[in-house]
């Protein structure tokens, strides 16, 4: 966070904010110069935006340029003299009697300048980091991470904030003998930026100053905001927290876990041309390190709706405070900045949904180069008909899915519903079944007004059996009125390691010779034709279909109306051996429908 008093936090957290002003100056490439002030800037105009992290979670090794837009009345200046001209800009405050405090915004560069009528230029600038944007003048550059970035500095013209005393006393891995190849895919200075910061847990960006900074994300808060403070604020339902790493190079991939049973996020690397070379103790040794440090960044996502506060940076922690007391520690990942308002953005994932736990061995192999059957998998769902909700029990999600070994079950489900309430509130309940069988954990919603709802449940299956087929159902249910649920607006999904595929049967068989290499496949010859091929099925809704149509949706046990004539098929052939896999696809009363029985493939049990 930029430096400030007491004094502007008052005035910056007033509710009757005192006033303010953007300004600055534009310096042309020949030396004259244009004051941007409340006379010719468009205030409403001016907008920054600052990232550190572009993805879904938080990014080690960022190095992000600085956006800035505005507008100016001007009338006579021709827009091509704009380009390349340096714009510094300044935020002003009243903060005591006739006594105002600066936040600088930022020193730019402009890149476009459109004039959009005959009084307003428009234009975008950012900030100095795009000086790194120059090609290697060499194949590689080699050193420890501070001698690179001097390097760098001398190269670009873009001065370092920092010497060589700061970067040994506040990161890690410094002490790495760096070496940053093209052969690595390193083709500009900001490219070879991004991976010292990566070797040192850190990330980069302009100081304000024009200068290149480095900086982790903060473990201490530097604001604390109230709901007084904020027009909005969405916070995740998850607290993010990190319990591995997995760092990939040409080298492999180098893991580091915590040693502690628990569920949380695993930050992947999953570029890292710091660990392309090195001696393979060295480099897990800095992925030991780096994780040391990843680990210590707890916070939970959220989304602030707030006045300006130009004063903040991205990488900074804040506190927010709820009216119950409940205290909220958020670290902003990037924001967008306008002169009244601004919203802070903390990204994360739900580690829940991650299915990650260091309890589990299969925790640990996900970080590995592994196997298939250790990867990561998920199964989702989404209704493909309208349903309506009464006060009987309906099934309103249905998932078959198999594990190879024992493991553990995320689930996670969304809900949006139409309300009709006949009383002054109305309850909607869930019952969850395991392979039938009910769970103790019963989630209710209760309404209180007419029209659309969205409801979001988690919930965990710990002792799932491996080398067998499950199924997950959802029911709901009302205590009055009725709630209606359209196509698609159930999402539902199923994530957890060591899971097999349990696709809809396509209506073949594979067949598989074993132990006899010279044994030749000779198609299945009907006996006889099959008499009557219409055969109607029981659905969950009492859906009719034919035998050869492909049923999309997730049914329970087909039960037949009628048997089918003349089932026996055979085999012409000597004595091959067939292996078949299957979880009971059609099933009449607990008995197998398809089976290996002599040379029958299909057979109907008593």
Not at 70 to 88: E, G, H, P, Q, V
Not at 371 to 393: G, K, M, V
Not at 474 to 502: F, P, W, Y
Not at 554 to 582: C, E, K, N
Request: overall charge negative; aromatic content about 10%.
């Amino acid at each position: 966070m930029q430096d400030h008093s007491a004094n502007y936090v008052t005035a910056i957290r007033s509710h009757e904010r005192p006033p303010y002003e953007v300004y600055g100056t534009i310096t042309f490439t020949d030396s004259t110069t244009l004051a941007v002030n409340h006379t010719n800037l468009i205030q409403d105009s001016i907008g920054i935006e600052r990232k550190c992290s572009e993805s879904e979670d938080l990014e080690i090794g960022g190095v992000y340029s600085d956006k800035v837009e505005l507008n100016i009345r001007d009338t006579t200046s021709s827009r091509y003299k704009f380009f390349n001209a340096r714009l510094s800009l300044n935020y002003k405050i009243l903060v005591s009697t006739n006594t105002y405090e600066t936040i600088h915004l930022g020193e730019f560069t402009i890149t476009d300048a459109d004039r959009e009528n005959n009084t307003t230029i428009s234009i975008v600038a950012y900030d100095d980091m795009r000086k790194l944007d120059k090609s290697l003048s060499s194949n590689a550059l080699q050193g420890h991470p501070y001698d690179v970035l001097n390097y760098i500095s001398l190269q670009t013209g873009y001065d370092l904030s920092f010497n060589e005393q700061y970067v040994l006393d506040n990161f890690i891995n410094t002490d790495a003998d760096l070496f940053i190849d093209v052969n690595s895919g390193i083709k500009t200075y900001r490219d070879a930026v991004k991976v010292v910061c990566q070797a040192l847990g850190c990330c980069a960006r302009d100081n304000r100053q024009g200068e290149l900074e480095l900086f982790k994300y903060s473990t201490d808060c530097v604001a604390t905001l109230t709901t007084s403070h904020f027009y909005s604020v969405t916070v995740a339902d998850f607290l993010c927290r990190y319990i591995g790493l997995s760092v990939t190079s040409q080298q492999g991939t180098f893991v580091s876990v915590s040693g502690q049973e628990d569920v949380g996020n695993v930050m992947k690397i999953p570029d890292a041309p710091a660990w392309d070379y090195g001696v393979e103790s060295y480099l897990q040794t800095m992925t030991d390190r780096l994780f040391s440090y990843i680990k210590t960044i707890i916070y939970t996502p959220t989304e602030i709706d707030m006045p300006c506060d130009p004063a903040f940076d991205v990488g900074d922690r804040v506190k927010i405070v709820t009216d119950d007391g409940e205290e909220i520690e958020t670290i902003i990942t990037s924001y967008e900045w306008h002169i009244s308002r601004m919203t802070l953005y903390s990204k994360g994932t739900n580690p829940y949904l991650e299915g990650v736990s260091t309890g589990d061995i299969a925790s640990t192999r996900l970080l590995e180069k592994g196997t298939a059957e250790n990867s990561f998998s998920y199964y989702t769902f989404t209704n493909t008909r309208e349903i309506t909700l009464t006060t009987t029990e309906q099934i309103i999600v249905d998932m078959t899915f198999g594990a190879s070994q024992d493991t553990v079950i995320n689930l996670w489900h969304e809900f949006k519903w139409d309300n009709v309430l006949a009383d002054d509130t109305q309850k909607i309940t869930l019952h969850y079944y395991y392979d039938g069988d009910l769970e103790s954990y019963v989630p209710i919603q209760t309404y209180g007004e007419d029209g659309e709802h969205t409801f979001n449940t988690q919930y965990w299956l710990r002792d799932v059996s491996g080398n067998s087929a499950h199924n997950w159902r959802v029911g709901a249910l009302l205590d009055s009125g009725s709630a209606t649920i359209g196509v698609g607006d159930i999402h539902a999904m199923l994530s957890g390691q060591k899971l097999m595929a349990e696709a809809p049967w396509d209506h073949t068989i594979q067949l598989t010779v074993a132990n006899n290499k010279d044994d030749k496949y000779v198609p299945i010859g009907r006996n006889k034709a099959f008499v009557s091929m219409l055969e109607n099925v029981d659905l969950d809704a009492e859906q009719v279909i034919a035998p050869d149509t492909t049923v999309t949706e997730t049914t329970g046990v087909l039960t037949r109306r009628r048997a089918f004539v003349g089932m026996a098929d055979t085999i012409v052939h000597g004595s091959p051996q067939f292996s078949m896999v299957t979880f009971n696809l059609i099933t009449e009363n607990g008995d197998n429908l398809i089976t290996e029985s002599d040379f029958n493939l299909i057979t109907e049990g008593e």
